[in-house]
């Protein structure tokens, strides 16, 4: 029996491939593990004479050698942060054979989190296709919304390829906010009150009866850019000015939603869905300000900690049970089932402390989703891979106890205009600050000397884990203030609502 532990164990071992850089050396991989897997077929068929009581001792050992041939490999869609993170839980999932990125990012490639593959057009669904079927892909996660909008996951379902993303029709919810309104309006989904206008003069008369502060939102797709918390009336008019007259945003501003301004605290609540059934994932915050104490224009996001006390358990199942799930119903209801993760972004009322829906995002967010993955211990690829076959019924998730936090790091300038091509660097001393500190890259590449340089206005997100909040803060601010980047800058005061009596870090 000895023998058959030893094999047992070593065949696990080998069957986990080891990343290369290089296409030819993942198709090496893949070789070996097929031959591998078909030699382990026939050593437990051999086996199986073993006498039933020995077979209850080891069977624990038996199933994960079992369990571990059903290996697959996965393609993430997307090059950034929230790739990186998805990535980084992926490649640790026991059922997951290899990770390709595409385009991917220089930070991704050099971590070993996945093989980059930046020459792969991801706006050309039949390269995507094609990439698929040569490296038999057998799951495709698709990180950004743009791509979903577009049809990306139409187009790998009905090539027959498993894939953890929307169709175009029911990433709606997110590439229409006037949709996903009519959406909370027809199955009864709390949300701010609101109108949808075309016309500019029409749009003006409602916000002069409705006063100000009051919101402006673009309906499409706009880079994070399309929504503006107007405090005056003169504000809301230039809003509306700028996306109906002026036509900044191009088609995505054609339409706007007015909308009422809800007073409360922020929460970011995601949930995986497999066209009928819904999982929630943990509770985190973000901040979407660019300055401290959440002043300045609204960003993609400057940090985030999870999980986040605003949301206690009874507020997460009354999300569920108010939000999420009808939304799921509703969606199936109008013939466009939704599968992947549904991003709510929620007020939680000061009036009234209830939560309502302010939008929803068709993918992870961005921060979130770094301090969701460190956090996450199930096997994330095989969890996905459930949703895509419509089997989350009754599947849970395991997260690890304590928090995490993200802190960005972004390029001076950033919301707006900045500089490209800055040397960053300490980026390897800043990850040795303590076991639990992942740096994710967002906006990188390599220049010609093999140094870190910044390529976009997010650039990094420092994330650390800890036994609590103040912890995983601590963790996280540390490492940030070992790299050297003169021309990037950070928040300082991430987690400030759950940390309020925190004394925190002065220099930037």
Not at 184 to 190: E, L, N, Q, R, T
Request: net charge negative.
């Amino acid at each position: 029996m000895e023998f058959f532990l030893s094999l047992g164990v070593v065949g696990a071992q080998n069957r986990i491939p080891k990343l290369g850089s290089e296409n030819s050396e993942r198709l090496e991989v893949k070789q070996a593990t097929a031959k591998q897997t078909a030699a382990h077929r026939k050593i437990f068929t051999w086996f199986a004479h073993i006498s039933s009581q020995a077979l209850d001792k080891y069977k624990l050992l038996a199933l994960y050698d079992f369990d571990v041939v059903q290996r697959v490999v996965v393609l993430v869609i997307g090059g950034g942060g929230r790739e990186h993170a998805l990535c980084y839980a992926l490649q640790r999932s026991p059922s997951c054979d290899a990770v390709f990125c595409a385009p991917g990012n220089a930070g991704i490639s050099n971590s070993g989190n996945a093989t980059c593959i930046p020459d792969l057009d991801i706006s050309d669904s039949s390269a995507v296709v094609s990439f698929c079927r040569k490296w038999s892909v057998g799951l495709v996660v698709v990180g950004p919304e743009a791509p979903l909008v577009s049809g990306l996951a139409n187009d790998l379902v009905e090539a027959g390829i498993p894939t953890f993303g929307p169709s175009a029709e029911a990433a709606a919810l997110e590439g229409s906010k006037n949709f996903m309104k009519s959406i909370c309006d027809k199955y009864g989904i709390p949300t701010a009150k609101y109108q949808t206008f075309s016309d500019a003069s029409a749009a003006k008369q409602y916000i002069k009866e409705q006063g100000a502060p009051i919101v402006i939102k673009a309906d499409g797709l706009a880079a994070g850019k399309g929504v503006i918390v107007a405090m005056t009336l003169e504000e809301a008019y230039e809003a509306v000015d700028s996306m109906l007259v002026e036509g900044i945003f191009g088609s995505a501003g054609c339409q706007v939603i007015v909308e009422e301004f809800l007073e409360g605290e922020e929460a970011s609540f995601f949930a995986l869905v497999d066209g009928e059934n819904a999982i929630p994932l943990e509770s985190a915050q973000d901040h979407k300000r660019v300055g401290d104490g959440d002043t300045g224009p609204n960003t993609g996001g400057m940090g985030a900690y999870s999980p986040a006390p605003v949301l206690t358990k009874e507020l997460q199942s009354l999300v569920m049970e108010s939000i999420i799930l009808p939304t799921v119903k509703g969606m199936s209801a109008e013939g466009c089932k939704f599968v992947g993760v549904l991003y709510a972004g929620l007020m939680i009322e000061k009036k009234s402390g209830l939560p309502k829906l302010i939008e929803y995002n068709v993918r992870f967010g961005d921060p979130e989703c770094q301090v969701l993955m460190v956090r996450l211990e199930s096997d994330l690829a095989k969890v996905l891979l459930a949703a895509c076959k419509g089997e989350l019924d009754g599947v849970s998730l395991n997260w690890s106890p304590g928090s995490a936090m993200v802190v960005v790091m972004a390029s001076k300038g950033y919301p707006g205009s900045y500089e490209k091509g800055t040397v960053i660097q300490n980026l390897e001393e800043a990850e040795l600050v303590a076991p639990s500190v992942k740096i994710f890259h967002a906006g990188t590449a390599l220049d010609s000397d093999g140094s870190f340089i910044a390529t976009g206005g997010r650039v990094l997100g420092i994330t650390a884990k800890g036994r609590d909040l103040e912890e995983a803060r601590d963790r996280a601010y540390q490492a940030v203030e070992e790299i050297n980047w003169p021309e990037g800058f950070y928040r300082r005061d991430i987690g400030w609502r759950a940390l309020p009596q925190k004394q925190f870090a002065t220099n930037a």
